[in-house]
């Protein structure tokens, strides 16, 4: 069964990077059958996806965010992380790691399951 | 971009009572709609994926229709536990992967 766990800084100061890792146990970071992503909820709002990546190294990112993201896997430690840079106290939020089974056709996902428990990250001097 | 809108904000009803819940997106998803459910300081999790296939251990008292633009989440009996924000999520066109803003259902 597969287990997601977000690890990171809580606190990240304005105009810096924002640096989270997931950590993936009961499968492998590497299956063509999943993507790999995070979403983001801040306090008392809804969910934003925030991007996706394919274990083949496709990445897809919300067009509002892209610019500033990069998602990326580390297969040797069964990781994928997130950075998102030049934050401002907008970006203060929950952030979830998630994975998706792939679907059958190209660029394709499906739902997000499971997610990890979520991390509070606070952008403040 | 697809935006879903959720209606109602807000749903207050009693145990025991059945709940609707609507998702309505800007343009056609077909049926690729899911529905998570989310308590206080917990992670979303799946009920419902394409529009009426309900994830592993979903009770059988949820239950997804609708295609295309609208989308309906009923819940046949209010339980305790059902209390919560139920978002809808589309996948249909992407980047990027939407959510509605929520409902929350509340106990009367």
């Known amino acids: 069964q597969l287990q997601l766990q977000e690890s990171g800084p809580g606190l990240v100061k304005p105009s810096e990077t924002l640096s989270l890792t997931c950590t993936v146990s009961?499968?492998?970071?590497?299956?063509?059958?999943?993507?790999w992503g995070w979403i983001r909820q801040p306090p008392g709002k809804g969910l934003e996806w925030i991007g996706s990546?394919?274990?083949?190294?496709?990445?897809y990112y919300n067009p509002s965010l892209k610019s500033r993201v990069t998602i990326s896997v580390d297969t040797s430690k069964n990781q994928f992380s997130l950075k998102l840079s030049s934050v401002t106290a907008a970006d203060t939020a929950v952030y979830y790691c998630?994975?998706?089974?792939?679907?059958?056709?190209?660029?394709?996902?499906?739902?997000?399951?499971?997610w990890g428990q979520g991390t509070l990250v606070t952008v403040s001097s | 971009e697809i935006v879903l809108t959720q209606s109602p904000a807000t749903l207050s009803l009693s145990p025991g009572e059945r709940a609707t819940l609507s998702c309505r997106a800007s343009?056609?998803?077909?049926?690729?709609l899911a529905w998570y459910q989310q308590k206080p300081g917990q992670a979303p999790r799946l009920l419902i994926y394409?529009?009426?296939n309900r994830a592993t251990g979903t009770p059988a008292r949820f239950s997804g229709s609708g295609s295309g633009t609208d989308f309906t989440l009923t819940i046949s009996s209010l339980e305790p536990e059902d209390f919560a924000v139920y978002y809808c999520?589309?996948?249909?066109?992407?980047?990027?992967?939407?959510f509605g803003q929520g409902t929350r259902l509340e106990i009367k």
């Open positions: 998630v994975s998706a089974t792939a679907c059958i056709s190209a660029n394709c996902l499906n739902w997000f399951d499971p």
């Open positions: 009961g499968g492998s970071i590497t299956s063509t059958s999943y993507y």
């Open positions: 990546i394919y274990s083949g190294g496709s990445t």
């Open positions: 343009q056609s998803v077909s049926n690729y």
């Open positions: 394409d529009a009426s």
């Open positions: 999520q589309q996948r249909s066109n992407w980047p990027p992967i939407t």
